[in-house]
């Protein structure tokens, strides 16, 4: 008497079904994965259904998704070096003393920031209707940063440290991005070149394979991160290097993981310059004692911790607010308890104003 199949060896053949029938997908992305050797460096592998064991079923997909690791761009174009360098931040005095008082620092969506072709110049021709790329900028928050030698630069001080009179914020990362999540540092690449070429030819092979695997699409391959890197040549003077988080969710309903890991890390909504809603992404931030760094152990592994390294007065302070600046932020930051300290008893800030006032006083 031949006896009845096991739940499990009844999963197992169902399981065996469902991957031949995928198989031919599968081979098709794998295929077109090796032809572009530089976008399968970026993605995590992977791949398979999203709900159902056959391709007909709803929602179903082959997928592979961005490495989440902070070291995903190394060996790329987009590759900048992290340790033991400053990094400016250029906002207004207004800006400036609200981080100041609130010891955070927010990550906007790029809806926020001065270019209408944030993520469209980078990703063309695989988001073709504003609607797609609207919904895409909505899972990114970016922190815009300049080398630490642009302190002395004036068109950045003209175009974004609020003509000389607004503040540069000077940051370090204490810690390496081997063991970031989702959390990625790189430069932007500007303008026509060979990356956006490759990226070009990209899209459009992937579309093709897209096409022949039938309706809707069932392969995705989601490299969002890598379109922040990319703005049009009309922002080169910028020489931009930035920090991002890619937050696959919806940033309606996200929460920056569980509360006890968040380090007081909230995503809320605001109002652009358009009056259109956006989202930001609070982000604490460190206070580091007698220049000390960090022990490892002591840094959250899984995203950035960043110090406030030095804060540059624009040119057009008066030297005699060096003295007022320095005594009020020390005060708020050893009072307030959203300042993390690598150490009890954070050093006194350092308060400079930019060698550019030598030549505008």
Known sequence: M???????????????ISDS???????????????????????SGGGGTLMGYTPKDPMAKVESLMNPAGTALDNTAYYHPIKDEGFIHFTSFQSFKEIINSGIIRLYNPHFG???????????????????SDSTLERLFVLSLNNEIAKDDLTMWKLYGNDGNGVGLVFEFLQETDLWSNWYFGKVLY?????ITKLDDFHEDYKTVQAEMGQPPLLDLDIVP?????????????????????NKTNARSYSYGREQQSEGMK??????????ETYYLEYPLWWKHNGEKADRHEAPQYHPKIALKEIILGYRHNPSDVVAIKSWCSDIIHLNS????????????????????DYFS
């Not at 110049?121 to 797609?132: I, L, M, P």
């Not at 890598?226 to 890619?246: D, P």
């Open 2 to 16: 031949k006896e009845d199949k096991t739940a499990d060896h009844r999963f197992k053949e169902q399981l065996a």
């Open 267 to 276: 995503i809320k909504k605001t109002l652009n310059r358009e009056l259109r």
């Open 338 to 357: 959203s300042w993390k300290n690598t150490r009890f008893g954070a050093a006194s800030p350092q308060v400079s104003i930019s060698s550019l006032h």
């Open 191 to 195: 303008g026509e070149n060979e990356v």
């Open 21 to 43: 029938l995928w198989k031919p997908y599968h081979n098709k992305r794998d295929e077109l994965l090796n032809r572009h050797a530089w976008i399968k460096d970026l993605l």
């Open 114 to 132: 001065n270019d209408p072709n944030e993520i469209v110049f980078g990703s063309k021709s695989r988001y073709e209707t504003k609607v797609d």
């Open 226 to 246: 890598i379109y922040a890197f990319h703005k049009s040549g009309f922002f080169q003077t910028e020489n931009e290097v930035r920090l991002l988080h890619y």
